[in-house]
């Protein structure tokens, strides 16, 4: 007769070892962070005037509100993509700081009993 003691008690302890180990696991999300589409603008590099090879008054004068134009939409274009990236960021924070719900053990008949 072959003794079976001593295999059951080895399966039970490698069974509660493995029980144990994966206890301690937090589930993993499935769900991918939320990812926001930068605007076109904010992609484009900026454009600025250049004065002509042989400039006039005309030109300067030209010249100055064009650039103070293209500045101005360029820094806009730039604070669209900086608000976006913020945006995106509080939005992934906000997805993992969600409260996982509480797993509840129910084991010999009580539930929160290990």
Do not use: H, K, N, W
């Amino acid at each position: 007769m072959m003794p079976t003691i001593p295999f059951r008690t080895i399966a039970l302890l490698a069974c509660a070892t493995m029980i144990a180990s994966c206890a301690g696991l937090r589930p993993t999300s499935s769900v991918a962070p939320p990812r926001l589409t930068l605007p076109q603008l904010a992609s484009r590099p900026c454009d600025l005037y250049r004065l002509p090879d042989d400039p006039g008054v005309a030109d300067l004068d030209v010249g100055y509100m064009t650039r103070g134009r293209q500045i101005v939409e360029c820094d806009l274009a730039r604070r669209m993509a900086v608000e976006t990236l913020l945006a995106e960021r509080e939005a992934i924070d906000r997805s993992r700081a969600r409260p996982r719900p509480s797993v509840r053990v129910r084991a010999f008949g009580r539930e929160g009993s290990p």
